[in-house]
């Protein structure tokens, strides 16, 4: 008996004996009473000897620990009260009239005398000494304020304050602006002076940390103390602490959440609903985007599922197995904060050593395992990857690269995109590559480039949101990123057809700036390769996939807007201004109807004449096609693509990343006509739409720094000059610039006898260029802005 005292003594403390409860019986709030690290007591105990108050109903319905003539919140306070006068409080920092709202049957305003101490903020029947005291607001760290706003002043005439406690809320109004905002920063003042506050949960956490080497005291901890074990009851406070009227939740407001203590309370229901839930995926991506949404809970969320996980009355039932499935999911989403993580990997090793080789013990390896690798999720888990998860398998992931081919390989919810580049080089043969290579989000109009440390369970998500959304095909391609060296590739290679497709992407979007001589031929090599010699039963694919169609509509437009000859009587007609024909007046409102009625009326004759223009022109030069295809019979697939490629490499900018750009001329402001920027392995060059020479090139040698200058500005500094472009592809023309300059070093012996490194410079975003410091390589590639 001696030694249960000592072993008591030693892991606990007093203030959890009424924890030792019975868990079951109905509970009013199970908040086990918030206490101050720092605080003592008047009798001069230290915290850890302070009775916890643990309010329960007891079998006669009272309440199982009354004080007579005390509030429930005042029982809550380490140093404990009595009822007294206004006379007999502490020095009171700030007091006078406020107006409180009452909520009854109807919301109403009553007038009272506000004292604010050190503790709490009190309200009285009057100013006068022997007032009677009709209520009391405890201030902790964990009460907030919320300041007067023009909003409420509008609406009643009075500047309001919000005072958030543990139980209660004040909601005071006052006529004056600048005593509004007195008390509020009197209260404030008040609670960012208070210590921080631990609920019991946190306190038994410390407890188990610092007796982890001795089981038996740690057992002694989890037998004495409910909390820490599984329940059926419903919680009726968070484990951890959160602010009182807390709001953070309403940036999220849209989503329907309540405050942060009420979510954890509502996602601790969730939970145990996944015991008799049928189909548990719904209930775990429900918790699983509220942590997502509202961070603060992740903590909380892991502590409950340690605590549904602890002394289970069945462990091995499937219902119960949920808990663990979801502690799953939880641990490859988000990573707790460090005082939880630890006492999570505590209890993973407890359970692995207490239920050796059951399911529970290859959880918790799984969770160890996963927690090394967890990084923060952008999106939470699919349907299929949590169904994955539940048994801890790997998912399938679909690559498609040019061809178009495509293959599958597992994956994780911790790999990144990087590694799936790995994979799929190793895969096709393409590690000894000069070239690199990226992964890409693409549907049939628009593509990006994937960040190198994205997770590919994240971009999977997303993929299938936005197919949800925009009701397009999304899908996942490997594809050429840097093209450092074309001259290397062999012809017989799969880099080679790598080059071919993404050359014919380029031709098709009208960035190959070359004849239309070259463009139907270009065409007619695409069919010989894909169809093989011509036939006239073979299907043919639209022009849009053979011939850049901006290109056909800029040819149709400029047919029809050029002048044509016109009878002498309408010139004359149209020198004559509709002003002096018409007298303004009465009619003028009829006048400008008819002449609206007449535009929209010519507008829709103008585009069913460009469309039939349209429709004959795609007609007569999908004719010139079939008949250049017809003179390539006997060309094999090898031989088409080699032309190809012979007649994309006749322009000079072969192989360079073209973005469109509005290039400003000065700083004031103006900027020439939209051009081209053509990020390429030796230099960066400026192109005006549709024409192959270069209006100006800058090698990476001449460029001191680039970056972005504000959120739609990209800058490069060359020389004593500095080029300004507005963009929606910021982040990407830079991390392919950086992924040159990369490439250029690594090519340069790793710097040493490079000329041209890169180093990060102290203004956001941007680099600098020097030859003297070491290279700092980002993540490549990147998402753009």
Not at 68 to 79: F, N
Not at 261 to 283: G, H, M, T
Not at 401 to 419: D, K, M, V
Request: proline fraction near 5%; charge should be negative; aromatic fraction near 10%.
């Amino acid at each position: 008996m001696p030694l249960q005292g000592f072993c008591w003594f030693l892991c606990c403390r007093q203030g959890f004996s009424l924890l030792g409860r019975d868990y079951g019986e109905k509970e009013e709030e199970e908040s086990f009473e918030l206490r101050n690290k720092e605080d003592v007591t008047p009798n001069g105990r230290s915290p850890a000897e302070v009775t916890v108050s643990q309010p329960t109903l007891t079998a006669n319905g009272t309440n199982g620990h009354t004080v007579s003539g005390v509030s429930a919140e005042m029982k809550s306070l380490i140093i404990e009260r009595n009822k007294m006068g206004l006379e007999e409080e502490p020095e009171l920092l700030v007091k006078g009239w406020l107006l409180r709202e009452v909520r009854g049957n109807w919301i109403k305003q009553r007038r009272h005398w506000f004292a604010l101490s050190q503790d709490s903020l009190d309200y009285y029947s009057g100013p006068e000494k022997g007032a009677r005291r009709l209520g009391t607001l405890v201030l902790t760290s964990l009460c907030s304020v919320i300041w007067p706003d023009k909003q409420t002043y509008k609406q009643t005439g009075h500047w309001s304050i919000t005072v958030y406690g543990r139980k209660h809320c004040y909601r005071l109004y006052t006529k004056h602006f600048n005593e509004a905002v007195h008390w509020a920063c009197a209260i404030q003042k008040i609670i960012d002076t208070k210590a921080p506050v631990e609920t019991p949960t946190q306190l038994l956490i410390r407890d188990v940390e610092e007796n982890k080497f001795n089981p038996e005291v740690v057992e002694h901890i989890y037998q004495h103390n409910p909390i820490l074990k599984y329940t059926q009851c419903p919680l009726y406070a968070p484990l951890l602490p959160f602010p009182y009227g807390s709001l953070e939740h309403t940036y999220h407001s849209g989503k329907g959440y309540g405050s942060v203590r009420e979510e954890a309370v509502k996602l601790f229901n969730c939970l145990q609903q996944l015991e008799s839930a049928r189909e548990p995926v719904p209930i775990i991506q429900g918790v699983l985007q509220t942590c997502l949404d509202l961070r603060p809970l992740r903590d909380e969320v892991y502590c409950q599922l340690v605590k549904q996980t602890s002394y289970t009355p069945a462990p091995h039932t499937a219902a119960h197995l949920r808990y663990w499935q979801l502690l799953t999911c939880m641990s490859c989403t988000f990573l707790p904060g460090l005082t939880v993580l630890k006492y999570l990997r505590f209890h993973l090793k407890r359970i692995q050593s207490q239920r050796p080789e059951s399911e529970m013990d290859n959880y918790a390896s799984f969770i160890s395992e996963a927690l090394e690798k967890t990084k923060c999720r952008e999106c939470v888990p699919s349907w299929e990857e949590i169904q994955m998860l539940m048994s801890r398998q790997e998912m399938l992931c679909t690559v498609h690269y040019p061809g178009p081919l495509s293959c599958q390989l597992f994956i994780s919810s911790h790999t990144t995109a990087n590694e799936v580049v790995r994979m799929m080089q190793q895969k096709l043969g393409l590690q000894e590559s000069k070239n690199t290579f990226a992964l890409y989000e693409q549907n049939a109009l628009w593509e990006q480039p994937v960040a190198g440390s994205a997770l590919i369970a994240d971009i999977l998500t997303s993929l299938s949101i936005k197919e949800s959304e925009s009701k397009s095909q999304w899908k996942l391609c490997f594809k050429l990123y840097c093209l450092l060296d074309a001259d290397s590739i062999s012809v017989d290679s799969i880099e080679y057809l790598f080059l071919f497709e993404q050359c014919h992407e380029m031709v098709v979007r009208g960035q190959l700036p070359t004849c239309d001589e070259d463009l139907q031929a270009l065409a007619s090599l695409r069919l010989q390769c894909l169809m093989g010699d011509f036939s006239t039963h073979a299907p043919c694919p639209p022009l849009d996939e053979l011939y850049p169609g901006p290109m056909l509509e800029a040819r149709v437009v400029v047919s029809l807007s050029a002048p044509q000859a016109m009878p002498p009587c309408q010139v004359a007609a149209q020198d004559c201004h509709t002003a002096q024909r018409f007298p303004t007046g009465l009619l003028a409102g009829t006048l400008w109807s008819h002449t609206a009625l007449a535009a929209h009326k010519q507008k829709v004759e103008q585009d069913m004449r460009l469309r039939s223009r349209l429709k004959e022109e795609a007609a007569a030069v999908m004719g010139s096609i079939l008949e250049r295809w017809k003179d390539l019979a006997g060309y094999s697939r090898r031989d088409s693509m080699a032309a190809y490629l012979t007649i994309a490499r006749q322009w000079s900018g072969f192989g360079c990343t073209l973005y469109e750009v509005d290039f400003y001329i000065s700083s004031t402001g103006s900027f020439s006509q939209k051009l081209w920027l053509g990020v390429a392995a030796t230099s960066v060059s400026l192109y005006r739409q549709g024409e192959a020479e270069a209006l100006e090139s800058f090698p990476y040698g001449q460029i001191c720094s680039y970056g972005v200058s504000d959120s739609n500005t990209f800058k490069i500094t060359a020389g004593d000059r500095d080029l300004l472009f507005e963009t929606t592809k910021l982040t990407e023309i830079m991390q392919l610039m950086n992924a040159y300059f990369s490439a250029i070093r690594r090519q340069r012996g790793k710097g040493e006898d490079a000329d041209i490194t890169i180093t990060e410079s102290t203004g956001v975003g941007f680099h600098h260029l020097a030859s003297t410091h070491k290279h700092t390589l980002l993540e490549l590639p990147s998402h753009p802005v």
